[in-house]
């Protein structure tokens, strides 16, 4: 696995402690929203650059 691919984990691992973090009555719904979106496309995009390293 290239660094491309662990950086796609690390995404991942950071979305959900975003998630986890901005939850509860309090949460602003839509700053929530704007992380998660921007982690998933930044998730994405190194998982497509890890496949087209090899």
Do not use: H, W
Not at 31 to 49: N, P
């Amino acid at each position: 696995m290239n660094k491309f691919g662990l950086l796609s984990l690390l995404m991942f691992v950071v979305s959900l402690v975003a998630f986890f973090t901005m939850r509860g009555p309090d949460g602003d719904i839509y700053l929530t929203i704007i992380v998660l979106s921007t982690l998933s496309v930044i998730g994405l995009l190194f998982a497509a650059l890890s496949k087209q390293l090899l």
